[in-house]
């Protein structure tokens, strides 16, 4: 059964201080790895696709990285508008070609 | 236009009231999903569809029935809900396979 877990459940950072959210998974066979920023009350908003291990994406402050074991969201200097909840989700070879298993979230808070 | 459209974005019904949620999507997309976001838990599948088929139902209770008419539009069916089927529920569409799936803004339900 695939699984993913995130951490911290919870980030509280000052503007412009950078750090880091980490995805841990397990499949049995990565079909895609994904990164949603989800803001409350809404849908979860499209960030990244990794595929293989050692790829990187950027998006503004944004840089998501990938191993065989997890996944790290970077995110660099950030500002308070980047405050949401940000979700991981794996969709595996091995079960349905469509499905997402998603992560609990982690919720980060950027104070001014 | 946005790419998936929900509604209506906030339902409070009854336990004996019936009532239909509807998604439809503009990014030719061929799979359409249902997922339940509760508090505090991960975001849950309940179908799959691809080209109109269901290809997963994820022991969803019959009191949930969904509908695909045509690969652009998604219907749930609700009837003799319970308050604990009270959540966001959310639609999302993707190209079949590996790509990654986009979600509408969700519907907001309370089951009194």
Same mark, same amino acid.
């Given at each position: 059964e695939d699984q993913v877990t995130q951490s911290p459940e919870a980030l509280r950072l000052q503007e412009g201080e950078s750090s880091s959210l980490n995805c841990s998974y397990t499949v049995s066979g990565l079909r895609g790895l994904f990164w949603y920023r989800q803001d409350p009350g809404k849908g979860p908003e499209f960030l990244f696709t990794l595929y293989s291990a050692g790829e990187e994406k950027e998006k503004e402050r944004l840089k998501a990285t990938l191993t065989k074991k997890e996944s790290f969201l970077h995110i660099t200097?950030?500002?308070?508008?980047?405050s949401a909840t940000y979700l991981c989700a794996v969709r595996s070879?091995?079960?349905?070609g469509s499905r997402l298993t998603f992560g609990e979230g982690t919720q980060l808070t950027v104070n001014p | 236009e946005t790419g998936v459209t929900q509604t209506p974005r906030h339902l409070v019904m009854g336990m004996t009231n019936k009532k239909s949620l509807k998604c439809e999507q503009?990014?030719?997309?061929?799979a359409m999903y249902w997922y339940k976001q509760s508090a505090k838990k991960p975001l849950e599948l309940m179908f799959v569809y691809n080209f109109k088929e !269901? =290809?997963?139902?994820? %022991?969803? @209770? %019959?009191?949930f029935s969904p509908e695909c008419p045509n690969s652009s539009h998604l219907f749930l069916h609700l009837h =003799?809900? !319970? @308050?604990?089927? %009270?959540a966001l529920y959310l639609c999302a569409s993707s190209h079949r396979g590996n790509t990654e799936a986009f979600f509408g803004q969700g519907t907001r339900l309370t089951v009194v």
């Open positions: 200097a950030p500002k308070p508008e980047d070879l091995e079960t349905s | 503009h990014l030719g997309h061929n !269901q =290809t997963e139902n994820n %022991s969803v @209770p %019959s009191r =003799t809900l !319970q @308050p604990e089927d %009270s």
